[in-house]
């Protein structure tokens, strides 16, 4: 580290108003199934699960509904006991609102789990065997990135980790569910984070939490107190300390290099809500069927945390927190700060569904772009040391590479630019468009290069046909020839032209 | 030694080539896109107008002097600093391609570079001594580049700018580079 | 159950909150913080220097209108409103000599908003502070009528200009009556050098920091009262509008060489006390200098363009024909921001300062 | 005057064999373009760029006399590369890039002639003669060679459909 960044200590991040109470102080609420569930194909990073199941089928509750189909990609089951109506698309939880695969299950009312068995001393086993049961059981990253757990559990193995950093950072504003989690739950998280501890091999695990969280970081001290190689590392309130990058720095001193995943420093990162959902899935067997969720928002009656079966609709989410007292400017799954806006409420919950926002317009604050005057404000808000002033105006320009050139592959999309600026530019928008831009063109080159080698086979097929051909046909001369000169009297021989074959 | 450092500084920014003087306009406008080239091409011609610079001062006092040749000197000169453009483009293209195709026509075209062929005749005019010669190119040279460097710095920000279409190109590179002109006189006068 | 629908919608991106800052509160407080330094300045000038200012203001406005008319800009109205053109022409006014005729404010304002912003394409996309460029463009095409100061003649004095006179002396431009035309002290130092005399001797008299500090003294608007600017571009400096780093570095750049040169030779070099506190060293490091849209991003950066305006100040004014440089320093960094820009990125995180990825740790144990 | 030929002509001579042993030392082969420019190309030698395949165009490319954006198929990302390869400036307007498109077979109008098979220069059409066609659109390169063979009009250019996983972020509306 230079003296220039000793002298001038990275101000990074932004302190928003965090809305969290009184949502994190109401009770938990659990809600019963709805009659039908949506259950999205695509609820995890990765390819969408290959459904196993047919329309007709009766399932039980933890049923698998849909296998993982490639290298990245989770299990899917029946978050309650019904019949399989349909298989088909439904609005995705998107800001695009784009149609996603969903299996349509019709809940019979009994929600009945299947037979499932925990394992009673799992310390026993392999870590592998740890690692494939979560598989199994469909566990993927709660905090919002929903990568597969099990993937990351088993990679961190082979990368020698040796330090397991828990993040119940929670940055966004409003979002309250890991709290409320490590508050009525810390031993089962515990008992979670001891069983993630086998499965990566690593010797100690720090959970770090917000110091704007007293209650969930007492809980968590207390149900920790027996195991020393369980730290709780209250860690200070700022936007975006829940980040990947900025918690492993900020709790270990290790800085995770551009192209490097944590597994490099030695870390390996979950979210306090994997480790409770890794604790149900190998104490109970039961696979990730529901989910706690955070309602909250200016326009909700009743806000606070409710578990919610996955594939719930948001309408009837937000009809059973109380309802809105008012119809809200916008409507965002997740937090505000990073968190996608939905088109429309009758989308799914899914695996990554921390929180539903029902915004109104002071608390979005929406306003006219108004030109940039340079005031760098966004420089020192950005926690990845990135000029956004410059790269959006190269992506303004349509200068995409220049944009590369000033960072844009390290932008995590934390918002925190745009939070800031005065001009009120949305400059996290740019970013996105110029990522999904960039990974079109990217796509665009994989098939130039794959036409290229089909065009390259067909060239080779023409030339060996003709190849063929030609020695047949000489073939053919030389046995005429031979039999001109058994029987000279035969005729000249016509040339016939070759026949065309079908290619295919 | 302060007399020729007291000489760099004032042929660089008092009476700067470009600013003041308004000599090698077409690379200062041709060759300012990207900071880049305009560094390639301020290392090049630094190279040439030094070279060029004692080149002709031998000349003048070896040759043009003695032999009293004085109506061949703008001849001799140009011949000796295309031979040395000619150089240059060869060495630019062999060890940076890249440079070569972003400096493209220019590179060759600093022989008819005026602040070439008018630094090697002010020099002479000025009777300066062969070290002096060499200073003064040098500043001269330096202060080609130093403007080139600001002005394509100020250009890349520009060419993002949503410049109004009728001014778009070369109308705004003009006025910028006139109102860089305008700053540039703060340091008229300037007596050290 | 009803079917599901999928309606067409805007997309709209994260984050779905924000800070509430503003450009048009920014500009406000920028102008608020110009108030006391200007309204005391008006009560020293008197009328023609209200009338100058009013009419360098509306002249930018008017410039800033027909040009977003021209140009086909939608929402003039809006973009008139972010009051920066305002701004610009309250700073431009603020360099003036407070008696100078009208046309000044007004050809001012032609260059500062048409030629300084707007063919650049409008606001943020200048890359000079365009009430400089009006400044300098002024003193070098009027030199006369920019170099004309006046004694300060407070309005509540006798003998002060009424609104009548004052209208007259604005818009006639008659030239100050000899018995008031005087120098401002750094032009009074210049002439006092080039006659070849003694600064200490030169300044012996009558300029105590004390009148420095009020400003009872000829100079343009913004030259007046050191204290009261001072006092605002502390109040920016607490609202977070500017950050310490430009200012703080323009008074190192100025006052460091000033000191040593003092040191060496009172005779000859002015000490930092005149330096600092006379001309437009206080106005510029607070308000002008600081300019977003023409000063670096960095924090680092900020403290080179600081320190390079502050000492291309000291340079000129020392060395070179102009007795203030403050205008010409900052055009001259305004034109080495890219520059710097470029070599004080900062660094990414996970990347080195040259933006290639951080070298993976060797695997302990592996 | 004979002072003045002279010292003309050594001067000349001198500087020239300076030159001369110069160039021999920094000498550079020629255009190597070509093979790169080339390598950037589809290679499907449609022939929409109005060059003879795709050598042909690399070539007219490296040698200026066609813009880096001549290829249709190749879209906006080709010409970006070769531009960036070539350092040429790409006015982007100019590439009429509609996004990519997929040939379809319309199946009550296909009569099975395989006239367009024979034409597609990635082997992506399937069929057999008198039996209906089908594209893989795995193959598919969207060039578009074998709309004008078809003599019943059942082969159709249509936009690839958007889904969530090749959604781009519209880029904002510029204030």
């Known amino acids: 580290m230079g003296l220039m960044e000793k002298l001038f200590g990275r101000d990074w991040g932004i302190h928003p108003d965090d809305h969290k109470r009184p949502a994190a102080d109401a009770v938990t609420r659990t809600m019963p199934v709805p009659e039908r569930l949506f259950v999205s194909l695509s609820q995890h990073l990765g390819a969408p699960a290959r459904p196993v199941v047919l329309v007709g089928q009766k399932v039980r509750k933890g049923e698998r509904l849909a296998d993982p189909q490639g290298a990245v990609s989770a299990a899917i089951h029946a978050p309650t006991s019904g019949t399989i109506t349909a298989i088909g698309e439904i609005p995705a939880p998107h800001p695009s609102g784009l149609p996603v695969l969903a299996i349509t299950l019709e809940a019979d009312g009994l929600d009945a789990w299947a037979d499932l068995e925990g394992l009673n001393d799992p310390f026993l086993l392999p870590p592998a065997e740890i690692s494939k049961k979560v598989a199994e059981a469909g566990v993927v990253g709660l905090g919002g990135a929903t990568f597969p757990a099990a993937l990351k559990l088993s990679l961190s193995e082979k990368a020698k980790v040796t330090t397991l950093v828990m993040n119940g950072g929670e940055c966004e504003p409003y979002l309250s569910c890991d709290d409320r989690l490590m508050r009525d739950s810390a031993a089962a998280i515990v008992d979670g984070i001891g069983l993630m501890l086998h499965a990566t091999g690593a010797t100690q695990a720090l959970v770090g939490i917000e110091d704007n969280k007293p209650e969930a970081i007492a809980a968590m001290q207390q149900a920790a107190a027996a195991q020393p190689h369980i730290r709780i590392c209250p860690v200070p309130a700022r936007y975006p300390m829940g980040s990947e990058k900025q918690l492993v720095q900020e709790l270990t001193g290790h800085e995770i290099p551009a192209d490097g995943r944590p597994g490099d420093v030695g870390v390996v990162v979950h979210n306090v809500g994997t480790a409770w959902a890794v604790h149900q899935a190998i104490r109970f067997g039961r696979p990730l069927v529901a989910r706690l969720i955070t309602v909250n928002g200016g326009c909700v009656a009743q806000p606070g945390n409710i578990m919610v079966p996955l594939g719930t609709l948001v309408e009837e989410v937000l009809a059973f927190a109380g309802g809105l007292n008012s119809a809200p400017a916008r409507l965002v799954m997740g937090g505000p700060m990073m968190g996608m806006s939905l088109p429309q409420a009758r989308v799914p919950v899914v695996k990554g569904s921390s929180g539903i926002l029902a915004l109104s317009a002071a608390e979005v604050a929406e306003r006219t772009e108004e030109p940039c005057i340079r005031c760098a404000t966004c420089v020192g808000a950005c926690p990845m040391g990135l000029l956004p002033l410059d790269m959006a105006r190269h992506i303004q320009a349509n200068d995409l590479k220049g944009a590369v050139k000033t960072g844009l592959k390290d932008c995590i999309a934390c918002g925190c630019c745009a939070y800031v600026c005065p001009a009120h530019i949305p400059l996290v928008q740019y970013f996105s468009h110029a990522k999904g831009e960039l990974s079109a063109q990217e796509r665009e080159k994989l098939r130039q290069e794959s036409n290229r080698k089909l065009a390259q086979s067909r060239a080779q097929r023409l030339e060996r046909e003709a190849r063929e051909k030609a020695e047949a046909a000489a073939r053919r001369k030389a046995e005429r020839a031979a039999q001109a000169a058994a029987t000279p009297e035969s005729q000249a021989p016509s040339n016939l032209p070759a026949p065309q074959g079908a290619t295919a | 030694m302060s007399e020729l450092i007291l000489l760099l500084i004032s042929t660089a920014l008092v009476n700067n080539v470009v600013l003041i003087k308004f000599l090698g306009l077409c690379p200062s406008m041709g060759v300012s896109k990207s900071m880049d080239s305009a560094l390639g091409m301020g290392m090049a011609t630094t190279f040439v107008i030094t070279l060029a610079a004692g080149a002709s001062w031998m000349l003048e006092h070896w040759l043009l002097v003695p032999y009293e040749l004085g109506f061949l000197r703008i001849l001799t000169f140009i011949l000796v600093i295309a031979a040395v453009v000619q150089f240059t483009e060869m060495f630019v293209k062999k060890t940076s391609p890249g440079l070569y195709r972003s400096l493209g026509i220019y590179l060759p075209l600093i022989t008819t570079n005026c602040a070439v062929l008018g630094v090697a005749l002010l020099n002479v005019q000025q009777g300066f001594s062969f070290f002096k010669s060499l200073a003064y190119g040098f500043g001269s040279a330096l202060g080609f580049t130093l403007v080139l460097m600001i002005f394509a710095g100020l250009r890349e920000r520009i060419a993002l700018a949503r410049v109004p279409v009728a001014f778009n190109g070369t109308p705004i590179a003009f006025i910028t580079i006139s109102l860089l002109a305008l700053a540039f006189m703060g340091f008229s006068g300037l007596n050290i | ?366 | ?175």
């Open chain 4, 1 to 175: 005057m004979i002072a003045a030929i002279l010292s003309l002509t050594i001067l000349g001579a001198a500087l020239g064999l300076i030159l001369g042993i110069a160039g021999r030392f920094l000498a550079v082969e020629s255009n190597p373009f070509v093979d790169e420019v080339e390598a950037l190309l589809p290679g499907t030698n449609c022939g929409q760029c109005g060059f003879p395949g795709c050598s042909g165009a690399a070539a007219a490319i490296a040698a200026g006399s066609a813009p880096a954006s001549c290829c249709p198929p190749g879209g906006k990302t080709t010409a970006v590369a070769i531009a960036e390869k070539m350092g040429l400036a790409l006015d982007l307007a100019a590439v009429a890039d509609t996004g990519p498109k997929l040939a379809t077979i319309a199946e009550d109008l296909c009569i099975g002639c395989c006239r367009c098979i024979k034409n597609c220069p990635t082997d992506a059409i399937l069929g057999a003669p008198k039996q209906i066609h089908n594209v893989l659109k795995e193959a598919c390169t969207g060039c578009s060679a074998c709309i004008d063979h078809c003599p019943t009009e059942a082969l159709v250019m249509q936009p690839v459909p958007i889904t969530l996983q090749h959604w781009v972020m519209p880029k904002p509306l510029a204030a």
């Open chain 3, 1 to 366: 159950m009803t079917p599901f629908a999928y309606t067409a919608v805007q997309t709209v991106a994260s984050p779905h909150a924000h800070g509430g800052n503003a450009v048009s509160r920014t500009m406000l407080r920028v102008q608020l913080a110009l108030t006391p330094a200007t309204a005391y300045a008006f009560w020293l000038f008197g009328w023609p220097a209200f009338f100058l200012w009013l009419i360098t203001l509306g002249a930018c406005l008017l410039f800033e209108f027909i040009s977003l008319r021209l140009m086909g800009v939608p929402h003039i109205r809006r973009t008139l409103g972010d009051s920066s053109a305002l701004l610009t022409g309250w700073l431009l006014a603020l360099t003036l000599p407070p008696w100078a005729p009208w046309w000044v404010g007004v050809i001012g304002a032609f260059i500062a908003i048409v030629i300084g912003k707007q063919v650049f394409g409008g606001l943020g996309q200048n890359v000079f502070n365009p009430a400089m460029v009006a400044r300098v463009a002024l003193l070098i095409s009027f030199p006369l009528p920019l170099t004309q100061w006046v004694t300060p003649l407070p309005l509540t004095t006798l003998a002060a200009p009424g609104f009548i006179e004052g209208l007259q002396i604005t818009l006639a431009g008659l030239p100050p009556p000899d018995a008031m035309a005087s120098a401002s002290l750094l032009g009074y130092a210049k002439t006092e050098l080039s006659r070849g005399s003694d600064l200490v001797q030169a300044l012996a008299a009558g300029h105590a920091p004390l009148i420095s500090w009020i400003g009872i003294r000829a100079g343009s608007l913004g030259e007046s009262s050191a204290l009261l600017l001072l006092a605002g571009g502390l109040f920016l400096l607490a609202t977070g509008v500017i950050r310490w780093q430009i200012p703080l570095a323009v008074f190192a750049g100025l006052a460091i060489p000033a000191a040593i040169g003092h040191a060496l030779d009172p005779a000859h070099y002015l000490g930092v006390i005149p330096h600092v506190l006379s001309g437009a060293a206080v106005l510029g490091a607070f308000f002008i200098a600081t300019d977003y849209v023409t000063s670096p991003t960095t924090a680092p950066g900020q403290l080179i363009f600081g320190i390079g305006v502050g000492l291309l100040t000291w340079v000129i004014r020392t060395y070179g024909s102009y007795p203030e440089g403050m205008a010409f320093a900052v055009l001259l960094m305004n034109a080495l921001t890219p520059i710097i820009d470029r070599y004080t990125k900062p660094r990414i995180l996970g990347r080195t300062r040259a933006g290639k990825p951080l070298d993976i740790p060797a695997k302990k144990g592996a």
